[in-house]
T-cell receptor
C-alpha cells in the first residue's frame, strides 16, 4: 500500500494556466508538507499543515495556495503558472505527539511549464 | 553562508569501498536527517539523529552536536547505493526541514 501518494506524477502545461497537485497519506499523520525541488536538485520547504491548519508558509508567491480538506490530504493549487514554476514538487507527512519527526515523502510531481 | 553544507558534492567509488559523506551546520537544531534520493527521484528517510550514532545495515550515521557536524558512512559500497544523499536540519516546534545541496554518489562495479 502506498503511504504518501501524489497525483499526477507528471504535469505539462502552458504558461498562465491554473493547475492542482493532489497529495494523500494513509499513515494517520497529523502534519503534511509541500517541498519544491528546483532544476539544481535543491529542496526547499513551501508549506506545512497540521490538522488542517497552516503552520509554515515560506515566502511563496500567493499564486500558490495549499488546501487541506482533511488531515489526510494536502493539495497544492497554482494560479497563473510561470516558467520558473517548473520543478519537482514533493509532498511529505510526519507523525506528531512524540512519535519522532521522520518525514515520509511522496514520489514527487514533475511540473513542466512551457 | 548556507546554514547546512555538505561535502563532497560528487563522489565516485569502486564497489566495496568505504564511503563517508559529511554535513556541517551553523544553527541550533532539534534533529538532523539523512535522506536518500534515488535516480528515479523518490526520497527516502535513512536516519534521524539528535545525538550519537545510528546504524542500519551497511549505513552508519553519526552526529557531534558540539561541533555541529554529522557524517554518513556506507560500508562495503554497492552500485545500488548510487544516489543523492541529502542532509537536512530539523528546527523549531514545526520541525521545518532545511536541506543541504546533496552529495551525488556513484558506485562503479
Amino acid at each position: 500500500d502506498t503511504a504518501v501518494s501524489q497525483t499526477p506524477k507528471y504535469l505539462v502545461t502552458q504558461m498562465g494556466n491554473d493547475k492542482s497537485i493532489k497529495c494523500e497519506q494513509n499513515l494517520g499523520h497529523d502534519t503534511m508538507y509541500w517541498y519544491k525541488q528546483d532544476s539544481k536538485k535543491f529542496l526547499k520547504i513551501m508549506f506545512s499543515y497540521n490538522n488542517k491548519e497552516l503552520i509554515i508558509n515560506e515566502t511563496v508567491p500567493n499564486r500558490f495556495s495549499p488546501k487541506s480538506p482533511d488531515k489526510a490530504h494536502l493539495n497544492l493549487h497554482i494560479n497563473s503558472l510561470e516558467l520558473g514554476d517548473s520543478a519537482v514538487y514533493f509532498c511529505a507527512s510526519r507523525p506528531s505527539g512524540g512519535q519522532g519527526d521522520t518525514q515520509y515523502f511522496g514520489p514527487g510531481t514533475r511540473l513542466t511549464v512551457l | 553562508k548556507n546554514e547546512v553544507e555538505q561535502s563532497p558534492q560528487n563522489l565516485t567509488a569502486q564497489e566495496g569501498e568505504f564511503i563517508t559523506i559529511n554535513c556541517s551546520y551553523s544553527v541550533g537544531i532539534s534533529a538532523l536527517h539523512w535522506l536518500q534520493q534515488h535516480p528515479g527521484g523518490g526520497i527516502v528517510s535513512l536516519f534521524m539523529l539528535s545525538s550519537g550514532k545510528k546504524k542500519h545495515g551497511r549505513l552508519i550515521a553519526t552526529i557531534n552536536i558540539q561541533e555541529k557536524h554529522s557524517s554518513l558512512h556506507i560500508t562495503a559500497s554497492h552500485p545500488r547505493d548510487s544516489a543523492v544523499y541529502i542532509c537536512a536540519l530539523s528546527r523549531g516546534s514545526n520541525y521545518k526541514l532545511t536541506f543541504g545541496k546533496g552529495t551525488l554518489l556513484t558506485v562503479n562495479p
